[in-house]
Each structure stands twice: as C-alpha cells, then as structure tokens.
Antibody, heavy 119, light 107 residues
Framework: QVQLVQSAAEVKRPGTAVRVSCRTSGYPFTNNDIYWVRQAAGQGLEWMGWINPNSGNSGYAQRFKGRVSLTRDIVTATAYLEFSSLRSEDTAIYYC????????????WGQGTLVTVSS | DIQMTQSPSALSASVGDRVTITCRASQTILTYLNWYQQKPGKAPRLLIYAASSSEGGVPSRFSASGSGTHFTLTISDLRPEDFATYYCQQTYDTVITFGQGTRLDIK
C-alpha cells in the first residue's frame, strides 16, 4: 500500500535550517507530485509548495519563497523539505502528501514531523 | 490568492444527528474542491474530491456537493468517530489554499 514516512522531530535554533524527509513506497515515486503542508499548534493547514519528482520542478507559496527548497532523490523515492532562516513562528508540524488525480487531491499523507524553533 | 471560508468554525452535535458544513470560495473554482477530516494528533484524511466524489473507503454517510463558489459537506447519522475537524481545499489556482477548518464536537 502507499506509504509516506517522514523523519523524526527536530529542535532548531532561530536562524538555522532544517531538512525534513518524506520516504515513499507502494507506488511509482515519479508518477505523482508531492505537496508540503504545515500546521502550527491549534491552527489550520497551510500549503507550502510542490515538487514534481520526475522533473524535479518545484513551486512555492509566496511567503516561503527564498527560505524553502523542495528536492527529491529518485533512487530512494524520497522527497525533502529544506527550510532556512528559521523563526519561532515556524514551529509547526510539517506534512508531505501525495497528489492524486483529479483535482490534485491529497490522497496519502505522511505522519507529520514536528519542527520546534526555540532559543 | 483564493480565500476559502468555512462556516461554522465550530459545531456541536449528537450521535445520530445530520450536520452540514459550508465552504465558500472568493472566486469560482469550478469543482476543484476537496474535503479532509483531521483527528487530534493525526494527519488529515481525504474524504471527498472534485466537490462530490467520495474517496475509496469513506463511509456513505459522508456526502458533498457544490460548484463555483459554494460547497457543502454533509454527514448523516453521526458516529462517535466522526467528531473531528474538517477542512476544505481548493486546487483550482496554482496557489493552493485551505479553509480555516470546522471543529465538530460532541454535544
């Protein structure tokens, strides 16, 4: 079955960077885009960006441009989120999700990775 | 960006009740609308895609409709496991946006 397994929780200092991984299995990795979505404690869902694992092309929400980089490793079927210049307000759970058709539905999700930014 | 507004923000209901959640888009999104359920400490789960199509494995008590700017999610005969937060999501625009969520509590 389709699975997306994310890396463990991280604690980071303000101004540093974090990398979150999303290892996929159960389907051809290059067939589906991956979205990244974050959720601060007690808050709603916020879309961050997408990556096409086949081409490596990516797109970002305006507020994250310049701080977020989405990459992938086809060999290991893993997508990565790199987030730099972290601030305390970036403390959140970060999710990866597989994009399906039609309507770019998010039909499988990772379990989430808590990133805590604190001095 | 397209704004998605859900109403109500919170809702209390009893087991066996029928509830309806509304999602409005700030501009037309045709039927590029998905619904998700999220329980505390868990990732969201896809319920409905393309405004009215049920994802596999979703109980038939969940139904949805709408197009353009107005959408609804209805849950009939509420079960204890249905008490959760529900989000709508538009994928019409290249910038994806979610509604703010509707928390469904047990009365």
């Amino acid at each position: 079955q389709v699975q997306l397994v994310q890396s463990a929780a991280e604690v980071k200092r303000p101004g540093t960077a974090v990398r979150v991984s999303c290892r996929t299995s159960g389907y051809p990795f290059t067939n589906n885009d991956i979205y990244w979505v974050r959720q601060a404690a007690g808050q709603g869902l916020e879309w961050m960006g997408w990556i096409n694992p086949n081409s490596g092309n990516s797109g970002y929400a305006q507020r994250f441009k310049g701080r977020v980089s989405l990459t992938r490793d086809i060999v290991t079927a893993t997508a990565y989120l790199e987030f730099s210049s972290l601030r305390s307000e970036d403390t959140a759970i970060y999710y990866c999700a597989r994009v399906g058709s039609p309507t770019s539905k998010l039909d499988s999700w990772g379990q989430g990775t808590l990133v805590t930014v604190s001095s | 960006d397209i704004q998605m507004t859900q109403s109500p923000s919170a809702l209390s209901a009893s087991v066996g009740d029928r509830v309806t959640i509304t999602c409005r888009a700030s501009q037309t999104i045709l039927t590029y609308l998905n619904w998700y359920q999220q329980k505390p400490g868990k990732a969201p789960r896809l319920l409905i895609y393309a405004a009215s199509s049920s994802e596999g494995g979703v109980p038939s008590r969940f139904s949805a409709s709408g197009s353009g700017t107005h959408f609804t999610l209805t849950i009939s005969d509420l079960r204890p496991e249905d008490f959760a937060t529900y989000y709508c999501q538009q994928t019409y625009d290249t910038v994806i946006t979610f509604g703010q969520g509707t928390r469904l509590d047990i009365k």
